[in-house]
Every structure is written in structure tokens, then in C-alpha cells.
């Protein structure tokens, strides 16, 4: 089988859109340090004009426009669907600089080398600001939509990936244009091996004559093999040739179970994280981050402790037996959110996105991702991860696994206490919800890395910030 180019989080028109306004952004912030630094330098320094040098710039300018893209990240600044000029639009962003400014100088306080100054930092604020507003008005005026469609053609076996056209034609934006669609073993493919349109056009006549840039081809049925030299020069002519599963999850964030089979499963899911080394440099990360949080938090568990007490009956903690890597059993830990003895032993019942079980502490504890806090301890004794999937009771991963296929993919990396299904999809309370929350696991762990980790925890502090926890 001929693998073919991957679709995935980091690619496609939305985020080279991303990324142009995260580059004028950190530009913007640069040159806006550099205003700050000279001002400085002329009013409080008293140098003249002619001797003031800007650049190059002191190491803690670097740590200020970082704080700013983190915290432009967390307050939801790169949505390419936002209204720049809705009411409130402003204040969010400047509510975004103050906190950017906040995370920058708290990292001087205990590496001094890196200060800049307090004129610094608060002039550039202001200035951070208006140049960062004033970019955003014109960047969704007149740059967001800059650039024709790109024209795509669908190569496709079954209903589920005709659902891309669909998916395509949603999206705001206008990425992309369906500008035809071929049905793999239908009546246009013909004796000699030639896929063929309604009209009886091949397949690479239709490409040269409609001007396409994507070809998207079935997963199930892999690459037609008549087509393979052909490729490779669709490929030097900067025509994307991309699998039917993976172009589908970057466009939804999921992988539909139609579109893959055990082949697909072989290519793209053996080894989540890759190499060895991967794996214990993610670790590292996973004890230091366990350790920080429970040194920034372990002064709040008794207040919560009392308050949860307080409010219903029972112990604080609550504790439960999951399945976690390779469906080991792992007792977790939680703040307990709902009444005390909510299920009886042997059942299993789904939480509910409005639980009538959940306390009102417990709804509180929900929405910040507070109960978590006790599987910090699970986290550093290695039985889970700060970023995975979530562990799972085994009387439902039985029942799952008989409907689901490919349901022990699941199982091949720790559970952690985000992930990809968390961010992006409600809660899975019935058999059927949790067939699709299972395509967004496929999707998490085929995209898994340090990166796509370190992106899961920017969109997590992104959900408690604006309340969208689950």
C-alpha cells in the first residue's frame, strides 16, 4: 500500500491562517518591546536620541512576548470564527495582554537576568495592545479570506467518506471546494483499470481539466495501484494526494470506524509517541507537571475537602477501579462531585452532561477540573498520565468492546487526565455517544506527541478559563 501524505491537526488552510496571525502577532510584540526599550532609555535614561540602540534586545523581551502568546492562546485569540468587532471582543483581548504581561514578569521574580523593568513592562502593555487590536481589525477585514479555495477532488467507497463534502462545505471559512467525486468500484471505473466520471473522463483528465490541488482516496480501499506512477507526478506538480481517514479527522477531529479497517489500524496506530525515548522524556514531563500542581494545589485541598463535606454526606475522596494501559486495573482518586453511593456494585451507570447526581460543589469542582486534582498522586506513581485518554470502568469496556470495533486500541497508552475527547466532545452517556467519543480516541492517539500534548494542555487551561469544562 502506497502511504499517502497525512491531513492532520497542524496542516491546512485554517492554520497556515493561524499562523500568519500568531508571526504578526510575536512581530508585532517585538517591535512594541523595542518601542518600550527606547523610551526608556530616552525619558528615564536621558540618552540622546542619536545613541539609543534597541537592539539586540535583552533576554527577558524573548520571555514577554511568549507570555503574550500563551495567554492570546488560552483567551481563544487565534479562532479564526471570532467577531473582532462584537462587543466585549476588546476587552478579551486586553484582559489576554494583562495576563500575558502577568506570566512574563512572574518568571524574572526567580531568574533576575531575564528583568527588563517596570517602565518596560508596563509601557509596552498599552502599545501591546493597540498594535495587537489594530492587527486582528484588519487581519479579519482583509486578510482572512485572501486566497482562492482549494479545489479537491474525493476518490471514495462509502457514504461515510462522502461526508467530507459535507464537512467541507460547512466550514466558514472556505478552505477548500468538492470539485468532484469519484465512487471506487461503481459504474465509472472501467475493465481497464481507470477510474472514470460521469462523463467517462479518467481520473487524471479530470484533475488537469478542473484544476485540482487535493485528491482525497479511500482508506479502506488504499491507493489504485494503476494510479501510482501517477502520483509522484500529481506530487512534484503540488497536488496533495491524502488518505480519505486522516483528511476526514483533520477536518471533524475524529476518525469514523467506516473509514478504517486492520490494515489502516497497522499503519497509522502501531506505536503511539514512537520511540522509547519519546516515551520517557514524556514521563519526565508528567513528574515534574505532577509535582508543580500538587505543590500549587495542596494548599486548597483542605478548604475543598471541608466544602464538599459540607455540602452532602460522605467522604471527599472518592475512589474507583478503571482500566488503564494495556487494561491494567488502576484505582484512581477524585474530589467526590457526586452523592455518596450514587451506584450500586455491578452497575455502571454513564455520567450525564446535566447529572441529577452531581452535587452543586460537585458541578463547581466539574467545570475547573478541581476533582481532578487527587489523580496527580496516580500520575506520579506512573499509573497515568497528565495527557490520555480516560481511564474506563471494565464492566463498560466489556459491553464496549463487543459493539466497537478496534475498541482495545484504547488501551495502548496511559489514561490521563485530559485529552483530545475531553476538549471536543460532550459527554458520552449512552452506547452510541460512546461510539463516537471512541473516533475521537482514534484520532487522539493517532496524532499523539509531545506537541499534540503540549496543545491538549493549552486547550484545557483555554476550557477552565472560559467555564467550558465537563
Known amino acids: 500500500m502506497m502511504h499517502l501524505h497525512r491531513s492532520s491537526l ?14 504578526g502577532d510575536a512581530l508585532l510584540l517585538l517591535l512594541t518591546v523595542m518601542a518600550a526599550v527606547a523610551l526608556r532609555r530616552v525619558y528615564i535614561e536621558a540618552a540622546p536620541l542619536a545613541q539609543v540602540r534597541v537592539w539586540p534586545l535583552p ?10 502568546l500563551v495567554a492570546l492562546y488560552i483567551f481563544d485569540q487565534y479562532n479564526l470564527q471570532r467577531n473582532i468587532r462584537r462587543r466585549g471582543a476588546a476587552v478579551v483581548l486586553a484582559l489576554a495582554c494583562a495576563v500575558g504581561m502577568t506570566m512574563a514578569t512572574s518568571i524574572p521574580f526567580f531568574l533576575r537576568g ?51 463534502e459535507v464537512e467541507l462545505r460547512d466550514r466558514p471559512l472556505g478552505d477548500y471546494e468538492v470539485a468532484g467525486v469519484f465512487t471506487v468500484a461503481g459504474p465509472a471505473s472501467q475493465n481497464d483499470g481507470k477510474l472514470r466520471d460521469d462523463q467517462g473522463r479518467p481520473l487524471e483528465e479530470v484533475v488537469r481539466q478542473e484544476r485540482i490541488d487535493t485528491l ?56 503511539p509517541y514512537g520511540s522509547a525515548a519519546v516515551w520517557q522524556l514524556k514521563r519526565l514531563v508528567d513528574i515534574l507537571l505532577a509535582l508543580l500542581g500538587l505543590a500549587l494545589s495542596l494548599p486548597f485541598w483542605l478548604p475543598l475537602v471541608i466544602l464538599i463535606r459540607l455540602d452532602s454526606p460522605g467522604p471527599a475522596i472518592f475512589r474507583q477501579q478503571r482500566l488503564g494501559l494495556r487494561q491494567q486495573p488502576v484505582t484512581i482518586a477524585k474530589f467526590r462531585s457526586m452523592y455518596a453511593h450514587h ?22 469542582l466539574r467545570k475547573t477540573r ?24 471494565k464492566i463498560n469496556a466489556d459491553r464496549l468492546a463487543q459493539s466497537i470495533p478496534f475498541y482495545h486500541l484504547r488501551f495502548s497508552m496511559k489514561p490521563g487526565l485530559t485529552g483530545w475527547p475531553q476538549i471536543r466532545y460532550r459527554y458520552a452517556d449512552d452506547d452510541t455517544s460512546h461510539l463516537h467519543k471512541f473516533e475521537y480516541e482514534l484520532y487522539h492517539i493517532q496524532n499523539a506527541s509531545l506537541a499534540f500534548d503540549l496543545y491538549l494542555m493549552l486547550k484545557t487551561v483555554q476550557q477552565i478559563v472560559f467555564g467550558r469544562g465537563q
Open 114 to 164: 531575564l528583568q527588563l523593568g517596570r517602565f518596560v513592562v508596563l509601557f509596552h502593555l498599552p502599545l501591546a495592545f493597540l498594535a495587537l487590536y489594530a492587527w486582528r481589525r484588519l487581519f479579519f477585514a482583509r486578510l482572512l479570506r485572501f486566497a482562492r479555495p482549494h479545489r479537491l477532488l474525493l476518490v471514495i467507497s462509502n457514504p461515510v467518506e462522502r461526508g467530507i
Open 370 to 393: 478541581l476533582d481532578e486534582l487527587p489523580q496527580l498522586w496516580n500520575v506520579l506513581s506512573g499509573e497515568m498520565s497528565i495527557v490520555g485518554l480516560r481511564p474506563i470502568r
Open 59 to 68: 533576554g527577558g523581551a524573548i520571555v514577554l512576548v511568549a507570555g503574550y
Open 343 to 364: 451506584e450500586e456494585e455491578g452497575e455502571a451507570a454513564y455520567a450525564q452532561a446535566e447529572d441529577p447526581r452531581v452535587t452543586r460543589v460537585g458541578k463547581w
Open 10 to 23: 497542524w496542516t491546512g488552510a485554517a492554520r497556515r491562517r493561524q499562523l500568519a496571525l500568531l508571526i
Open 216 to 271: 482525497v482516496f479511500s482508506a479502506r480501499d488504499g491507493f489504485p495501484p494503476h494510479y501510482l506512477e501517477q502520483a509522484i507526478d500529481w506530487k512534484f506538480a503540488g497536488i496533495g494526494v491524502y488518505d480519505a481517514a486522516n483528511f476526514y479527522g483533520a477536518m471533524t477531529g475524529r476518525v469514523p470506524i467506516e473509514t478504517i479497517d486492520a490494515r489502516w489500524v497497522l499503519d497509522h496506530l502501531s506505536q
